[in-house]
């Protein structure tokens, strides 16, 4: 088959690549769609050590039955499918839980490390074990349907965190996962969105989804003018989906007493964080890990209008042209959200 391979460090090759072996219990998929994530852009130059070369990168994907192993139950050759980014045990104790993203013996599809090789969907063929598929609904296209990952991961940190229909919650960083955020929020009924980036472009696409006020930190004192849209309050809740020192104390900073701060972002292994400030002004730190069980939910979001994953593709474009498409990313060209590749 073809695939896009990391070759090595910002070296991607469109190449013949080995035929994935199907297992008894998994499905071999033919890739129809693959949206390149930030994380692979980032893991493209070694900076996240998660894709250490040679690795077919590629976890937001969809696709259609190839074939089914003699294990498989339920699932047919030629159903059009999208599966989860995460491969786990089924006999894990967090899966046991509903928490298989925290399984110490999970992989993530297109992810190489230290611990594991797992090939992804940057190819004309994957394969995946047959309980993290989920079926397309019919209305629903492939290139939306390879939106469904970085979707739930947005549904997934909502699910998480304390909000109400009356709170005012602000989005730090609106690049495409802060921009489904917001769509979420918006469909969670909360009151107040407030969206917070440095590229105006993307404040008024937050601004087009839902959010009512886009704030630019280069321009205002984000939390000042937070402050003064809650009545000297502070914002209910956070949502950080950048993961670096600056925008996790501007979003603190956002804050009202008794507060919620969710982590998405983690671009950065380590932040500073103001300890004292969050001790006496009791401020809930909450990490959201991937996905666990959201797929079904977003899909239905997806086929209703509830989410429009449609206004955050930016081009969709050949495998073969993916090298190209991955520099431009990596050069944070304007204008450029979500890439969706095709083999």
């Not at 499905?27 to 040679?54: E, F, K, N, W, Y």
């Not at 989906?241 to 925008?247: D, L």
């Not at 972002?265 to 809930?284: D, H, K, S």
């Not at 930016?314 to 095709?342: C, H, T």
């Amino acid at each position: 088959m073809k695939a896009l391979v990391l070759d090595d460090y910002n070296k991607l090759t469109y190449r013949d690549f080995p035929d994935p072996e199907c297992e008894a219990d998994e499905v071999l998929v033919r890739v129809q769609a693959c949206g390149i994530c930030g994380s692979d852009v980032h893991g493209m130059d070694g900076s996240t050590g998660r894709r250490i070369p040679p690795i077919v990168m590629g976890h937001e994907a969809s696709g259609v039955i190839e074939r089914v192993g003699s294990e498989v139950i339920g699932w047919s050759v030629g159903e059009r499918e999208t599966f989860d980014s995460t491969i786990y045990p089924l006999d894990d104790w967090f899966t046991l839980r509903g928490k298989y993203n925290l399984s110490d013996r999970r992989r993530v599809l297109g992810v190489s490390c230290e611990a594991y090789r797992q090939h992804g969907a940057f190819a004309e063929y994957v394969a995946v074990p047959q309980h993290i598929l989920h079926r397309i609904p019919e209305r629903v296209t492939f290139e939306q349907a390879a939106l469904v990952e970085p979707a739930a991961v947005a549904v997934h940190a909502v699910e998480l965190t304390p909000i109400s229909l009356a709170d005012t919650v602000v989005v730090v960083g609106v690049g495409v996962i802060g921009l489904l955020l917001v769509q979420v929020l918006k469909a969670r009924g909360c009151s107040q969105i407030i969206a917070v980036d440095r590229i105006e472009e993307r404040l008024e696409k937050a601004c087009q989804f839902g959010a009512d006020v886009g704030l630019n930190p280069d321009r205002t004192d984000v939390a000042l003018e937070v402050q003064k849209l809650t009545d000297q309050r502070g914002a209910d809740a956070v949502f950080e989906a950048v993961g670096i020192s600056p925008t996790v104390n501007l979003a603190i900073n956002c804050l009202r007493k008794g507060g919620s701060l969710t982590l998405i972002g983690n671009l950065a292994p380590q932040v500073e964080i103001p300890l004292q400030t969050i001790v006496t002004r009791e401020i809930r730190l909450q990490g959201s890990c991937a996905i666990a069980g959201e797929y079904p939910a977003v899909l239905r979001m997806i086929e209703k209008g509830q989410l429009d994953v449609d206004a955050i593709i930016s081009n969709i474009a050949p495998l073969s042209e993916g090298a190209d498409w991955f520099r431009r990313l990596y050069d944070q060209e304007p204008g450029l959200l979500k890439v969706i590749l095709k083999p």
